[in-house]
């Protein structure tokens, strides 16, 4: 990894704690997978600061080097990785992420989380 790919991480997450690695912008995810995740934890209401990794192959890479896993979206808290996207749905699912939040101190609509599994058992 580059000194100024992993200049540019260390900023990231210096700078906000909640980060969601994703295809595209938050407005317009380019995959599925990215759309899943912004979802998610936009009815959580979990303020997230979203990076698109398609832009830069070298970040993407960078991404996926420092939380040891392949698949994007990437959900990290406080620069240590939590999570992708297909894996966030079984999270809430078995009330993991909540305790990772709550754990974390990060904000977020535990109605909504318990909606989630009320509908999804």
Known sequence: MSDEIEEYLNDIFSEHRVVLFMNGGVQAPTD??????RDILGALKIDFHPVDVSRDPRLLAAVQQ???????AQFFIDGQFICDSYNL??????KQLDKILTSKKVPFDEAVAQQFRDMNP
């Open 89 to 94: 749905t079984p999270a809430l699912k078995s």
């Open 66 to 72: 420092r939380s040891d896993w392949q698949q994007v």
């Open 32 to 37: 599925a997978e990215s759309m899943m995740a």
